[in-house]
């Protein structure tokens, strides 16, 4: 009985083992399977862009845009030191979303400090931080996939979230003592 059975089994491996020509490989055409990807984030980055747009417009704000699509808009001006890569920088903020709940704001945390261009914030913070002088304060808008994106920060800040900072930078801790 032992013996048929591993005789039985040889038989099956070896069929299952063997080149078939009748089947063809599968080949998955990339470039069209991102295609419904790509227009369903146009379409978010469309709608967040009415979105942001909208939210200037009613707050009757003149804000500068950048290419990436970042918004800023300074205040009330500071002195003439501006941060660059590599500095340590010191700021007071509020973080809200465009319904205007607040998520963050350093009343509750505390001055709050990053080296820009390389720690943990959001890319649009490390951008609009450069056109910053000391002392300004400003308005930033971030938009989601700048701030947060698609994970959002898992606690206040959802998934595809654009980011209003209200933003004083205290100070900036130079890299080189020499500047």
Not at 18 to 28: F, L, S, T, Y
Not at 121 to 126: A, L, N, Q, T
Not at 133 to 138: Q, R, V
């Amino acid at each position: 009985m032992l013996r048929i059975f591993i005789i039985i089994f040889v038989v099956f491996l070896a069929s299952c083992g063997g080149k078939n020509d009748n089947h063809q490989p599968v080949v998955i055409d990339l470039n069209k399977s991102k295609e419904p990807l790509i227009k369903v984030n146009q379409k978010i980055s469309k709608d967040e862009k009415r979105a942001i747009d909208a939210y200037v417009t009613r707050r009757n704000w003149n804000m500068i845009e950048t290419g990436t699509g970042v918004k800023y808009m300074i205040y009330e001006r500071g002195k003439d030191k501006m941060p660059e890569s590599g500095d340590i920088v010191v700021i007071d903020f509020e973080i809200q979303l465009l319904d205007g709940s607040v998520c963050y704001s350093s009343k509750e945390s505390g001055p709050e400090h990053f080296v820009v261009e390389y720690d943990h914030v959001e890319s649009g913070m490390h951008e609009a931080i450069q056109y910053l002088h000391e002392g300004d304060k400003a308005i930033i808008i971030i938009p989601s996939h700048r701030a947060f994106g698609l994970a959002g920060d898992n606690e206040k800040i959802p998934s595809f979230a654009t980011v209003v900072y209200n933003i004083h930078l205290l100070e900036i801790i130079s890299k080189s003592v020499e500047r």
